[in-house]
């Protein structure tokens, strides 16, 4: 079984600074780690995902993620925020092997002020 | 265009009359999932299809019910619905059920009981 920490509930920031949403997962078998966005009212939508190799990802949006086995984490960032970046932020592990069941995180708020 | 179709995007119950959430989809994907999201929390999975093959988790109340008539309609029965069952319903789909292809979500249910 596969769990995941996102260790902000909260994260406010103001437009155009950079910004790091935390995720932490735990897991006894290899991984594939995702992050979603979810807007006001919408449904969740991939941002970037990590299958295997290079560590770092990018995704849409301008974000990019990187994957550090070593310390369990795969941490969300973006170099300068906007206004419509303001949504939910989950995080989502699944294993590697069989059927893709994905355990999400409790989500990180991400508020961008002007 | 909608790939992932949610109705109603808005529901009002009365405490124990029986709901229907309904969820279609235009990807012509295998698998289809419901899940339940309560508020600032993760999405739970209740049940996920691969074809007509249903797979229930093991969490999830007898109160809810699903049922899958084709490949693009997938419905979630809620047979006598709590104060505790109050929540954004979401609906996705997805390929194969392989990592490797993206999970797509619908806009979701809001279920309100009264």
């Known amino acids: 079984a596969q769990s995941v920490t996102q260790l902000d509930s909260q994260v406010p920031v103001f437009e155009e600074a950079p910004v790091e949403l935390r995720c932490n997962y735990s897991?006894?078998?290899?991984?594939?780690l995702f992050w979603y966005v979810q807007y006001p009212n919408q449904g969740l939508q991939l941002l970037l995902k990590?299958?295997?190799?290079?560590?770092l990802v990018k995704g849409i949006n301008g974000f990019e993620a990187e994957f550090n086995k070593s310390q369990t984490s795969f941490h969300l960032r973006k170099p300068s925020v906007h206004i419509s970046d303001t949504a939910e932020y989950f995080c989502?592990?699944?294993?590697?092997?069989?059927?893709?069941?994905?355990?999400f995180g409790r989500g990180t708020s991400l508020i961008v002020h002007p | 265009d909608a790939m992932v179709i949610q109705n109603p995007r808005y529901q009002v119950t009365q405490f124990g009359k029986p709901v229907t959430l309904s969820c279609s989809q235009t990807?012509?994907?295998?698998?289809m999932y419901w899940y339940q999201q309560k508020s600032s929390q993760a999405p739970k999975l209740l049940f996920h299809?691969?074809?007509?093959?249903?797979?229930n988790e093991a969490d999830t109340p007898d109160n809810f019910q699903s049922r899958r008539p084709n490949t693009s309609f997938c419905f979630l029965d809620i047979r006598s619905p709590g104060l505790g069952d109050a929540a954004m319903y979401l609906c996705a789909t997805h390929l194969n059920g392989h990592a490797e292809e993206t999970q797509y979500f619908g806009p979701g249910t809001r279920l309100l009981v009264l």
């Open positions: 299809y691969y074809d007509k093959d249903f797979n």
């Open positions: 897991s006894s078998v290899s991984v594939y």
């Open positions: 990590y299958l295997s190799g290079s560590t």
């Open positions: 989502a592990v699944s294993g590697t092997g069989g059927s893709y069941i994905p355990t």
């Open positions: 990807l012509n994907h295998n698998v």
